[in-house]
C-alpha cells in the first residue's frame, strides 16, 4: 500500500501496457501520494484520494481516452456537424467512423473502453477506501459524491457509447481476478440504474457551487443535477428532467456568458467568460490548478489549421466543422464564427488571411489544407498561458462538459413535452444571447437550437441517436448508416479476444 494500491488483475479490463510496455492500467497509482491509512481518517488525505479520481479525466493521448481527444473526434466526425479533416489518407480510422465504416479493430474504441474502466477501477477504489473512513458524515459523503458522480459520467459515456458493458462497482477480491461476471456484458438497463444511483448520490449529497467545503472544478449538485436530468432525458422521464432543471435554474448560481465568443477563452473579457464562468456547470480543470494535468496539445493542435505552407503550425486539421453544420445557423447567429474558423480564400494582392481573436493569422485557404476548423478547442499560444513547464505535450486548454444553455435547453425540452409555457422564456434565452430572434416552444425547434448552441462539443452524434432520428439525418448527407447498428459503436475486438469471447459483440459487426 505504501507506493501502489494494486487491484488484482481482471481480464476484462485489459492490460495496457503504456511506457514501453511496463505498466499495467490495472496498477493504480497513489491517488495524490497518500496511503489507504491516512485516507481513512484524514479529511485532506481524503480529498487528495478523490483528486486522483480527477486526473482520470485528463486521460486524451494515444494510450487510453476519457473526455479528452479522441472521445471528441469519434462523436463529432460521426454526426453531421463535423468530417474527418486533415489530409484524405491521414488518420484513417477516423475516417471509416466518419463514413460509418467501423470495425472492432478501431483502435480509439478501445482506446474509449480502456480509460473510461481506468477511470470506474480509480473511483471504485477511492468509494471502498471512503465507505470503510471514520471521516464525518458530511465530510464522507460529500467525497463519496465526487467519486460517484465521476463513475456515472463514465458510465454514462460507455452506455451511450457501446449499449451494456461489464458492471464494475466494486473493487474485486482476489478470488474475482477472473470471473465470469467481470467478463460479460450487462445490460443497457442495468448500467443506466448504476448511473441514476450514482448521479442521485452526489445531487442528495454534494454541495451548491461556491461552497467554501468545495474547490473550483469538482463536482457539486449543480453538476449532478443537471447530468442527472440529462440521464433521465434520455428515458424520456420529462417530469424528472424538469423538476431537476427547474432545480439548477432556482438555485441561482449560474447565468449565461453575454457573448458567446468568451465563453471558451481561458481568461474572461471585461468579466465575462474564461474557465469557470458563470455558465460553467461541469469543466475539466487544467494549468495550474493540476499540475502537470493539463491537457494533451492533441486536443487543441489536433483540431487546429494543418499547414501545408510553410508557416506557422497549428496542428494536425482533424475533426473540421462541415459544411451542413455552417448553413445550420440561422442569419446574424453569432454562434456561428464562434464556432467555425472560416479559411480566408485567396485573394488578389495582398490578402491579410484569416485573422483569429487574438490576432494570430492563418495565411490564405491554400497554405492548409481544409476549409473550416473549429475554433472552440483553439488555445492561444499568443494571449493565453504557455505549456505547462515548457513541457510540449500538456496545455492548459479546460473542456467545457456541461454548460448552464444546455440546462435551458433540457428544461425547454421537457417543457415542450410536458406543456410547460415557461420553457419558451428559457429557449429564447439561448436564443436571445446568439442575437436571434424569438421562436415558439416545439420539441424540433429545441432540437435545432441544441445544434447550434452545443455544436463540436462531443454530443450531436449521441444526441441524434437519442432523438431516434440519426438514420434519416446522416442518410440524408450520403452516410451509409444503417438502422439497428451504427447507434452503437463495436466493443473493441481486443476485449472481446481476452474475454475469451465472452464478451459478446454489438448487433451486425
Given at each position: ?14 492490460t ?7 505498466k ?5 497509482d ?17 480529498a ?25 473526434l ?10 474527418k ?16 465504416n ?15 474502466f481506468s477511470?470506474i477501477?480509480?473511483?471504485?477504489k ?24 465521476l ?31 467481470l467478463?460479460t ?9 448504476v448511473?441514476l ?11 451548491l ?20 436530468a ?22 441561482g ?5 453575454s ?7 481561458e ?13 460553467s ?7 495550474i490548478?493540476v499540475?502537470?494535468?493539463a ?6 493542435n ?6 501545408r505552407g ?17 448553413n ?19 485573394l ?24 473550416r476548423?473549429?475554433y ?8 493565453e ?74 454530443d ?11 438514420g ?6 450520403g ?27 454489438n448487433?451486425?459487426?
Amino acid at each position: 500500500m505504501k507506493n501502489k494500491i494494486k487491484l488484482y488483475t481482471i481480464l476484462l479490463l485489459t492490460t495496457v501496457l503504456i511506457n514501453s510496455c511496463k505498466k499495467s492500467y490495472l496498477e493504480v497509482d497513489p491517488q495524490g501520494q497518500i496511503t489507504e491509512t491516512l485516507a481513512l481518517k484524514d479529511p485532506d488525505a481524503a480529498a487528495k484520494l478523490v483528486g486522483g479520481v480527477y486526473s482520470t479525466l485528463y486521460f486524451g493521448g494515444f494510450d487510453k481516452t476519457t473526455v479528452g481527444f479522441l472521445w471528441v473526434l469519434a462523436n463529432d466526425v460521426a454526426s453531421d456537424d463535423a468530417d474527418k479533416g486533415s489530409t484524405p489518407g491521414d488518420f484513417s480510422d477516423l475516417g471509416l467512423i466518419d463514413n460509418f465504416n467501423p470495425n472492432p479493430n478501431i483502435f480509439i474504441f478501445n482506446n474509449i473502453w480502456v480509460g473510461h474502466f481506468s477511470g470506474i477501477v480509480s473511483a471504485n477504489k477511492a468509494i471502498d477506501i471512503l465507505g470503510k473512513s471514520t471521516l464525518d458524515a458530511t465530510t464522507k459523503n460529500r467525497l463519496l459524491g465526487e467519486a460517484r458522480f465521476l463513475r456515472g459520467l463514465y458510465y454514462f459515456n460507455l452506455v451511450r457509447f457501446f449499449g451494456g458493458v461489464p458492471k464494475l462497482i466494486s473493487v474485486p477480491l482476489p478470488s474475482e481476478g477472473n470471473s465470469a461476471a467481470l467478463n460479460t456484458r450487462a445490460t443497457a438497463a442495468e448500467i443506466y440504474a448504476v448511473i441514476l444511483s450514482d448521479f442521485q448520490f452526489a445531487a442528495d449529497n454534494l454541495p451548491l457551487v461556491g461552497d467554501p467545503s468545495t474547490q473550483t472544478g469538482r463536482a457539486n449538485k449543480g453538476a449532478a443535477q443537471s447530468y442527472l436530468a440529462k440521464v433521465y432525458m434520455y428515458q424520456r422521464n420529462w417530469q424528472k428532467v424538469l423538476d431537476l432543471t427547474t432545480a439548477v435554474v432556482n438555485s441561482g448560481k449560474y447565468s449565461l456568458v453575454s457573448d458567446y465568443n468568451f465563453i471558451f477563452r481561458e481568461k474572461p473579457v471585461g468579466g465575462q467568460g474564461g474557465t469557470n464562468n458563470s455558465e460553467s456547470i461541469f469543466e475539466v480543470q487544467t494549468g495550474i490548478n493540476v499540475g502537470a494535468n493539463a491537457v494533451s496539445p492533441l486536443f487543441s493542435n489536433g483540431q487546429g489549421a494543418r499547414s501545408r505552407g510553410g508557416w506557422n503550425d497549428l496542428g494536425f486539421g482533424l475533426n473540421t466543422p462541415s459544411q451542413d453544420l455552417a448553413n445550420a445557423y440561422e442569419a446574424g447567429d453569432t454562434r456561428k464564427n464562434a464556432t467555425i474558423i472560416f479559411v480566408q480564400p485567396t485573394l488578389p494582392g495582398n490578402s491579410p488571411g484569416t485573422i483569429l481573436w487574438d490576432g494570430f493569422r492563418i495565411p490564405t485557404k491554400d497554405s492548409v489544407e481544409n476549409d473550416r476548423y473549429s475554433y472552440k478547442p483553439y488555445h492561444s499560444a499568443i494571449a493565453e498561458s504557455p505549456q505547462l513547464d515548457n513541457n510540449k505535450d500538456t496545455k492548459p486548454k479546460n473542456i467545457r462538459l456541461m454548460r448552464y444553455a444546455e440546462v435551458l435547453l433540457m428544461y425547454a425540452e421537457a417543457s415542450a413535452m410536458l406543456g410547460n409555457a415557461d420553457g419558451l422564456n428559457k429557449l429564447n434565452m439561448v436564443r436571445s444571447r446568439a442575437n436571434l430572434p424569438a421562436t415558439t416552444l416545439t420539441q424540433a425547434n429545441v432540437w435545432k437550437e441544441r445544434r447550434t448552441e452545443l455544436a463540436m462539443e462531443e454530443d450531436r452524434f449521441l444526441d441524434l441517436v437519442r432523438q431516434g432520428r440519426a438514420g434519416v439525418v446522416l442518410r440524408a448527407l450520403g452516410k451509409p448508416f444503417v438502422d439497428g447498428k451504427h447507434e452503437l459503436f463495436p466493443i473493441p475486438q481486443a476485449q472481446i479476444d481476452l474475454s475469451g469471447g465472452r464478451l459478446i459483440q454489438n448487433p451486425n459487426y
